[in-house]
């Protein structure tokens, strides 16, 4: 079994500062992580994943993630936040392994991030 | 990107009824969807899988005669809700997956049991 654990509900903060949100999972098995971000009345968008390779994954609108293995993390950045960052934001992670549970995600609780001017 | 939808956006109903959810990947074959659901200020929890001609695969706690679903095409799959209670209202997403690729969620369907 997996979970995942955001530390932070709710993270308020100015315009083009930095943010960071936390995410830590436990598996007994190797995973695949990822990120979501939900905005108000819209279904959840993939804004990066983890899957193999550098631990370092970056999105195309600045968001940045490292897996750390050791400490089991995921936590999701971003040196300067919009107004237009304000939404949801979800740590997923789904079995690597493969089998019959491959594909299944599993979600943290959710951040919900709002810039303020 | 891939796009999925769901039909309807939001349903009241009384209590006793069947509801019946859509969801559609519009531009592509979904061979798995997958069905969540979300209560308000909760994590989505994964209710079942759901692979295009094969009965759905139920997460351990979910009622698999209460919320039957229907994978009949490689582009729809239906969510019905059947004899509904209060305590069944809540957000229902789904989400579809072509292949070893990425989940694409749909838009959500709340639903409110009177």
């Known amino acids: 079994a997996q979970s995942v654990t955001q530390l932070d509900s709710q993270v308020p903060v100015f315009e083009e500062a930095p943010v960071e949100l936390r995410c830590n999972y436990s598996s007994s098995v190797s995973v695949y992580l990822f990120w979501y971000v939900q905005y108000p009345n819209q279904g959840l968008q993939l804004l990066l994943k983890?899957?193999?390779?550098?631990?370092l994954v970056e999105s195309i609108n600045g968001f940045e993630a490292e897996f750390n293995k050791s400490q089991t993390s995921f936590h999701l950045r971003k040196p300067s936040v919009h107004i237009s960052d304000t939404a949801e934001y979800f740590c997923a992670v789904s079995d690597a392994a493969g089998g019959t549970s491959y594909g299944k995600l599993t979600f943290g609780q959710g951040t919900i991030l709002t810039v303020h001017p | 990107g891939a796009v999925v939808s769901q039909h309807p956006s939001w349903v009241i109903c009384k209590s006793g009824t069947s509801v019946k959810i859509e969801c559609r990947s519009l531009?592509?074959?979904?061979?798995?969807m997958f069905w969540y659901r979300q209560f308000p200020k909760q994590s989505l929890m994964l209710m079942a899988t759901?692979?295009?001609?094969?009965?759905?695969?139920?997460e351990q706690g979910v009622e698999k005669d209460k919320f039957l679903i229907n994978h009949a095409s490689l582009t729809l799959s239906t969510l019905t809700v059947t004899s509904a209670h209060p305590e069944d209202s809540s957000f229902y997403i789904c989400?579809?997956?072509?292949?070893?690729?990425?989940?694409?969620f749909g838009p959500g369907t709340r639903l409110t049991v009177l």
């Open positions: 759901s692979n295009e001609g094969s009965k759905a695969t139920y």
């Open positions: 983890y899957l193999s390779g550098s631990t």
């Open positions: 531009d592509f074959q979904a061979t798995t």
């Open positions: 989400s579809a997956k072509q292949g070893l690729r990425s989940q694409y």
